[in-house]
């Protein structure tokens, strides 16, 4: 009994010690804080919204890709049996990143419809879409990297899907 | 992690091994495509060795053959194995990324984006449609 009474008699001084130090850094933090409050720096902060995923704009990207593909198509008939598998496949990532982020997909797919062809000729057209696609596989890679590792395996897929659609684009 | 790469390395000796076979019922300009396929696969090969041994775990050795999973018996049979060699190494490197991190899974990542394009070029040179799949590496 005595030494658990000694105990708390310690632990009490230990928790008194450490209030004083926190109302003593409360105290110091205090003045620049209640300055930049007036400032109205953090009013925003009230309610943050939602974090948005990290892999949002992989999700926009895909929508993106898919929408371009479909304005070529549309613009070159020609390169339609080898454009549309291209959009099948980003509309494909899309709707698995939009599961793995809980994002709700839009109810009308973006398409080519509202999205104006792109100048030129078949040969520009084709360039465009592999730049798009190069850059596509770079942010895909990067997600991969660094993601953890419940969503790595995907995210190599669409990342290896966009390095074959370059291929195919050549 | 490293039985995600020893998984690789097994996947890499026996996509060497297939290279034999299908080289010899190619034309020259596949059968060009085709030593080069198989160097890129021994250069995986070695890199996995080094980032194995590097692990301190034994890397598995080639084993004396391999059973191909259909005869190769000419060019249609060569190509349509060459197409599957790529998806079965690519699906094993694609294993390994969610147990990998850092180097280990960007080498995992260039390793399976490889098998995927030259997949694509197989299926193209044998004249197979689509020549892309939505998920390359993802099974079934």
New interface residues.
Partial sequence: MRSRNANDDAAGRALSRRGVLRLAAGATLGVPAAALTGCGLFDRGEKPPPAPDPLAPLLASAWELAARHDAAAAAHPDLSARLT??A??HR??AA?LARITGTTPPTTTPSGGTRSAEPGDAKTTLAGLRSAEREG?AAA?EA??TAP??R??????????R???V??LK | MSEGLSAALAAEHAAIFAYGPIGVHLDAGAEKEARATEAAHRARRDELVLALAGDQATPPPAEPGYALPFPVTDRASALRLAVTIEERTGAVWRAALPVTTGAQRAQSLDALTDCAVRATRWRRIAGVVPTTVPFPGRPG
């Fill in positions: 598998p291209l099948e496949a494909a990532h698995e596989q890679a991969c990297r590792g419940a790595a395996a995907l995210l190599g897929s669409i990342a290896a899907a390095a074959t659609h291929e195919v």
